[in-house]
Protein backbone atom coordinates (compact mmCIF):
# COMPACT_ATOMS: atom_id res chain seq x y z
CA UNK A 1 0.00 0.00 0.00
CA UNK A 2 1.41 3.25 -0.77
CA UNK A 3 2.57 5.35 2.36
CA UNK A 4 0.81 8.89 1.84
CA UNK A 5 2.19 12.05 2.03
CA UNK A 6 3.34 13.68 5.88
CA UNK A 7 1.70 16.76 7.47
CA UNK A 8 4.80 18.61 6.23
CA UNK A 9 4.97 17.10 2.91
CA UNK A 10 1.29 18.28 2.15
CA UNK A 11 2.43 21.78 3.44
CA UNK A 12 5.36 22.30 1.45
CA UNK A 13 3.30 20.99 -1.80
CA UNK A 14 0.81 23.88 -0.64
CA UNK A 15 3.70 26.84 -0.23
CA UNK A 16 4.80 25.30 -3.71
CA UNK A 17 2.19 25.73 -5.41
CA UNK A 18 0.63 29.10 -4.26
CA UNK A 19 4.29 30.42 -5.25
CA UNK A 20 3.81 29.13 -8.91
CA UNK A 21 0.19 31.00 -9.28
CA UNK A 22 1.90 34.00 -7.70
CA UNK A 23 4.70 33.75 -9.83
CA UNK A 24 1.93 33.42 -13.24
CA UNK A 25 0.02 36.27 -12.07
CA UNK A 26 3.18 38.39 -11.86
CA UNK A 27 3.15 39.34 -7.78
CA UNK A 28 6.89 37.97 -7.76
CA UNK A 29 7.59 39.16 -4.14
CA UNK A 30 4.43 37.32 -3.00
CA UNK A 31 6.31 34.03 -4.61
CA UNK A 32 9.70 34.94 -3.95
CA UNK A 33 8.37 34.81 -0.26
CA UNK A 34 6.42 31.83 -0.13
CA UNK A 35 9.22 30.09 -2.53
CA UNK A 36 11.84 31.00 0.20
CA UNK A 37 9.32 29.61 2.81
CA UNK A 38 8.92 26.30 1.00
CA UNK A 39 12.68 26.25 0.52
CA UNK A 40 13.86 26.29 4.05
CA UNK A 41 11.36 23.41 4.85
CA UNK A 42 12.73 21.81 2.26
CA UNK A 43 15.87 22.02 3.69
CA UNK A 44 15.39 21.52 7.19
CA UNK A 45 13.26 18.29 6.42
CA UNK A 46 16.04 16.91 4.26
CA UNK A 47 13.50 16.68 1.45
CA UNK A 48 15.72 17.18 -1.48
CA UNK A 49 13.21 16.03 -4.21
CA UNK A 50 10.62 18.81 -3.31
CA UNK A 51 13.30 21.33 -2.84
CA UNK A 52 15.09 20.88 -6.28
CA UNK A 53 11.17 21.77 -7.37
CA UNK A 54 11.00 24.47 -5.57
CA UNK A 55 14.35 26.34 -6.97
CA UNK A 56 13.46 27.08 -10.09
CA UNK A 57 10.26 28.88 -8.51
CA UNK A 58 12.53 30.93 -6.35
CA UNK A 59 15.09 31.47 -8.78
CA UNK A 60 12.52 32.88 -11.65
CA UNK A 61 10.82 35.09 -8.82
CA UNK A 62 14.04 36.95 -8.34
CA UNK A 63 15.34 37.02 -11.52
CA UNK A 64 12.38 39.62 -12.64
CA UNK A 65 13.23 41.44 -9.41
CA UNK A 66 16.62 41.77 -9.93
CA UNK A 67 16.21 42.57 -13.76
CA UNK A 68 13.56 45.29 -12.86
CA UNK A 69 16.29 46.64 -10.10
CA UNK A 70 18.88 46.57 -13.13
CA UNK A 71 16.44 48.35 -15.75
CA UNK A 72 15.31 51.20 -13.19
CA UNK A 73 18.78 51.73 -13.20
CA UNK A 74 21.51 53.22 -10.69
CA UNK A 75 19.82 54.61 -7.74
CA UNK A 76 20.83 58.33 -5.66
CA UNK A 77 22.24 57.14 -2.31
CA UNK A 78 19.57 56.53 0.31
CA UNK A 79 21.07 58.46 3.07
CA UNK A 80 22.14 57.68 6.45
CA UNK A 81 19.33 55.12 7.32
CA UNK A 82 18.83 52.51 4.66
CA UNK A 83 16.26 50.94 5.26
CA UNK A 84 14.29 54.08 5.34
CA UNK A 85 10.74 54.34 3.69
CA UNK A 86 10.81 56.06 -0.03
CA UNK A 87 13.34 53.57 -1.30
CA UNK A 88 13.20 53.54 -5.61
CA UNK A 89 13.47 50.80 -7.51
CA UNK A 90 17.37 50.18 -8.43
CA UNK A 91 20.45 49.48 -8.17
CA UNK A 92 22.44 50.70 -4.91
CA UNK A 93 26.07 51.02 -4.05
CA UNK A 94 26.80 50.70 -0.03
CA UNK A 95 30.07 52.22 0.87
CA UNK A 96 32.25 52.84 3.33
CA UNK A 97 31.73 53.08 6.23
CA UNK A 98 28.46 51.25 5.48
CA UNK A 99 29.07 47.37 5.88
CA UNK A 100 27.53 44.04 4.42
CA UNK A 101 24.87 44.09 7.52
CA UNK A 102 23.81 47.52 5.94
CA UNK A 103 23.28 46.28 2.04
CA UNK A 104 21.60 43.12 3.71
CA UNK A 105 19.11 45.68 5.62
CA UNK A 106 18.60 47.84 2.34
CA UNK A 107 17.69 44.64 0.13
CA UNK A 108 15.59 43.16 3.08
CA UNK A 109 13.52 47.05 2.95
CA UNK A 110 13.07 46.78 -0.71
CA UNK A 111 11.50 43.66 -0.84
CA UNK A 112 9.61 44.19 2.37
CA UNK A 113 7.95 47.18 0.74
CA UNK A 114 7.61 45.25 -2.66
CA UNK A 115 10.72 47.59 -4.24
CA UNK A 116 12.83 45.77 -6.57
CA UNK A 117 16.73 47.05 -6.14
CA UNK A 118 19.65 44.99 -6.48
CA UNK A 119 22.40 46.10 -3.81
CA UNK A 120 26.17 45.78 -3.89
CA UNK A 121 28.14 46.11 -0.84
CA UNK A 122 32.04 47.76 -1.20
CA UNK A 123 34.49 47.87 0.77
CA UNK A 124 37.64 50.14 1.33
CA UNK A 125 39.75 50.10 -1.54
CA UNK A 126 42.79 48.11 -1.67
CA UNK A 127 46.57 49.36 -2.39
CA UNK A 128 46.26 47.89 -5.52
CA UNK A 129 43.31 50.20 -6.42
CA UNK A 130 40.55 47.02 -6.48
CA UNK A 131 37.39 47.59 -4.61
CA UNK A 132 36.55 44.50 -2.47
CA UNK A 133 32.53 43.91 -2.18
CA UNK A 134 30.66 41.76 -0.02
CA UNK A 135 27.36 40.03 0.45
CA UNK A 136 26.67 38.90 3.78
CA UNK A 137 23.95 36.27 4.97
CA UNK A 138 24.19 33.01 7.14
CA UNK A 139 28.19 33.10 5.14
CA UNK A 140 29.80 35.93 3.75
CA UNK A 141 30.88 36.11 0.55
CA UNK A 142 33.55 38.32 -0.82
CA UNK A 143 35.91 39.54 -3.30
CA UNK A 144 37.94 42.07 -5.11
CA UNK A 145 36.71 43.72 -8.41
CA UNK A 146 37.49 46.46 -10.89
CA UNK A 147 36.18 49.92 -10.12
CA UNK A 148 33.89 51.32 -12.94
CA UNK A 149 35.84 52.88 -15.52
CA UNK A 150 36.44 56.96 -14.22
CA UNK A 151 35.02 56.56 -10.91
CA UNK A 152 38.52 56.84 -9.55
CA UNK A 153 39.38 54.81 -6.49
CA UNK A 154 39.09 57.32 -3.43
CA UNK A 155 36.77 55.52 -0.89
CA UNK A 156 35.52 59.49 -0.17
CA UNK A 157 34.59 59.92 -4.12
CA UNK A 158 30.72 59.48 -4.78
CA UNK A 159 30.80 58.26 -8.19
CA UNK A 160 27.78 55.83 -8.94
CA UNK A 161 28.93 52.89 -11.33
CA UNK A 162 26.89 51.99 -14.71
CA UNK A 163 24.79 49.32 -14.83
CA UNK A 164 26.99 46.90 -16.19
CA UNK A 165 29.45 47.55 -13.47
CA UNK A 166 26.47 45.97 -11.28
CA UNK A 167 26.40 42.95 -13.20
CA UNK A 168 30.19 42.27 -13.50
CA UNK A 169 29.80 42.26 -9.82
CA UNK A 170 26.90 39.96 -9.61
CA UNK A 171 28.87 37.41 -11.39
CA UNK A 172 32.28 37.83 -9.64
CA UNK A 173 30.21 37.72 -6.47
CA UNK A 174 28.99 33.90 -8.06
CA UNK A 175 32.48 33.07 -9.41
CA UNK A 176 33.63 33.34 -5.81
CA UNK A 177 30.69 31.41 -4.04
CA UNK A 178 31.28 28.40 -6.28
CA UNK A 179 34.45 28.43 -6.13
CA UNK A 180 34.07 28.08 -2.32
CA UNK A 181 31.86 24.74 -2.80
CA UNK A 182 33.62 21.50 -3.28
CA UNK A 183 32.79 19.39 -6.33
CA UNK A 184 33.67 16.42 -4.86
CA UNK A 185 31.97 16.81 -1.89
CA UNK A 186 28.53 14.64 -2.07
CA UNK A 187 25.45 15.95 -3.21
CA UNK A 188 23.62 16.61 0.49
CA UNK A 189 26.85 19.03 1.65
CA UNK A 190 26.66 20.50 -1.66
CA UNK A 191 23.10 21.63 -1.11
CA UNK A 192 23.30 22.82 2.38
CA UNK A 193 26.78 25.02 1.12
CA UNK A 194 24.65 26.20 -2.06
CA UNK A 195 21.48 26.95 -0.30
CA UNK A 196 23.68 28.87 2.29
CA UNK A 197 25.37 30.81 -0.24
CA UNK A 198 22.15 31.48 -2.61
CA UNK A 199 20.79 33.31 0.83
CA UNK A 200 23.99 35.75 0.76
CA UNK A 201 23.79 36.19 -2.32
CA UNK A 202 20.05 35.92 -3.99
CA UNK A 203 20.56 37.86 -7.17
CA UNK A 204 22.74 35.02 -9.05
CA UNK A 205 20.74 32.44 -11.26
CA UNK A 206 24.47 30.22 -11.58
CA UNK A 207 23.90 29.78 -7.63
CA UNK A 208 20.46 28.83 -8.00
CA UNK A 209 20.90 26.57 -11.14
CA UNK A 210 23.94 24.64 -8.96
CA UNK A 211 21.58 24.45 -6.13
CA UNK A 212 18.93 22.88 -8.33
CA UNK A 213 21.34 20.57 -9.55
CA UNK A 214 22.98 19.31 -6.58
CA UNK A 215 19.18 19.16 -4.97
CA UNK A 216 18.35 16.36 -7.86
CA UNK A 217 21.45 14.33 -7.06
CA UNK A 218 20.68 14.12 -3.50
CA UNK A 219 17.25 13.48 -4.23
CA UNK A 220 18.53 9.72 -5.42
CA UNK A 221 21.06 9.06 -2.54
CA UNK A 222 19.56 7.57 0.83
CA UNK A 223 18.03 9.85 2.86
CA UNK A 224 18.96 11.27 5.90
CA UNK A 225 17.50 12.28 9.64
CA UNK A 226 15.88 15.35 9.28
CA UNK A 227 18.15 18.62 11.11
CA UNK A 228 16.86 19.47 14.33
CA UNK A 229 14.31 22.53 14.43
CA UNK A 230 16.83 24.72 15.69
CA UNK A 231 16.04 28.39 16.81
CA UNK A 232 16.52 31.05 14.11
CA UNK A 233 19.01 28.18 12.23
CA UNK A 234 19.24 30.75 8.85
CA UNK A 235 19.49 33.91 10.31
CA UNK A 236 23.11 34.13 12.36
CA UNK A 237 25.05 37.23 10.59
CA UNK A 238 28.40 36.02 11.83
CA UNK A 239 28.22 32.06 11.02
CA UNK A 240 30.91 31.25 8.42
CA UNK A 241 31.06 27.53 6.54
CA UNK A 242 34.30 28.33 4.78
Known amino acids: MAVGKTAQAKKIDGLLDKAQR ?6 VFDAQTLAAQA ?17 PVLAAARAQRREAAL ?4 APDPGPDLAAGGL ?3 CYLVRPPRV ?3 GRALREAGDLAEVPVLVVVREPTT ?3 LWPIVAIGPVTIRTRVDP ?4 GTRDDLGVAPPVSWFRSAIDALTETALAQVRAEAAA ?6 LYLRVQAHPDSDALHAALGEACAQAAREPRAAPRPRLPNFLEGEDDELG
Not at 39 to 55: K, P
Not at 188 to 193: G, K, L, Y
Open 71 to 74: KAGV
Open 39 to 55: LEACFLELDYERMGRGV
Open 22 to 27: ELAGGR
Open 188 to 193: AARVEH
Open 88 to 90: SAG
Open 100 to 102: GVD
Open 127 to 129: AQG
Open 148 to 151: PKGG
